[in-house]
């Protein structure tokens, strides 16, 4: 039996057993309540203390009962707290409330449904940014390992309302569902839009048409690992010095090159400046291979005279302080 619910069980007991004795002195021996309670209480303790009032016999069998089955009582109810105590429960139980605490304070954060390898990985580069996110997760085995890597997590299946309602699904800003059945992603999907119609729903597709049944869910975008492995495969050999290149620029681990899209704040001082005017190239170093304006037209390799406009993003490639420096001048801020 879980420990808890032992716990719970014997203090009900417990409480049971007392209540009866009170009310059985009352009735016998027509006792006030709190004398009647006394007498329970110091009768299951068994500290020797006298009778409150002289017993009758009929009293006094009462008395050889509730001992016989109090004593019993109290030795369950003394080894479900030790089982609870000696097992952390009372830890994890507080632990637990506080990463609830963690969560209920959470705003603009993102769900991940699933904490596989491919879970694993997105928490990484999330918290790499970092970005905020609750794993929602069935396994008892993978919880213990959030648990003990310190990561926010909601323990049920993320088909269910409770649990995506327990990870703040209805303050979220993103969900991500990567579990292994795609049955699963589309009911996930359609669980997460139905509770959220503003929520971005990025899902994972593994099999061959899967795709189009997440879209018709809800998802806002589906990926399939596989079909951009086998891709990523086939370009590593027709054009490896171009994957070698995407692979230095995209991995984001402390290297040279970085590619980051970086959002123009209505307070920055890039907007109404030209790209050659702004200063990107010339005093960050920075190449800007892409801009996502803010009507969602997409500029590749934009012209040197393209307009930045406030809510433009701004796809930059280059080292990783300079990229820094664009976010706090897109951001509004000076530079470093």
Known sequence: MDPIRRLRLSIFFLILVIGLGTCGYCLIEGWSPFDALYMTVITLATVGFREVHELSDAGKGFTILLIIFGAGIIAYTIGSVAQFMM????????GRRKVEKDINKLKDHYIICGYGRIGALIGRELRTKPLPFVVVEKSPHLCEKLDNDGVLYVQGNATDDEALIAAGILRARGLITVVTSDTDNVYITLTARGLNPD????????????????????????????????????????????MDFIEIATAGQNLELQLEEILVGNASTLIGRSLITSGIRKDLGLIIVGIKKCHGQMLFNPAPETIIEASDTLIALGQQSAIQNLERISGGLCQS
Do not use: D, H, W
């Not at 097992?87 to 507080?94: A, F, K, S, W, Y």
């Open 87 to 94: 097992e952390g429960q009372l830890r994890t139980l507080l």
């Open 199 to 242: 929520l971005f729903i990025l899902a994972r597709a593994g099999e061959e048409g899967s795709e189009k049944k997440l879209q018709r869910a809800g998802a806002s975008k589906v990926i399939s690992p596989y079909t951009i492995g086998a891709g990523r495969m086939a370009q590593a050999i027709l054009r490896p010095s171009v």
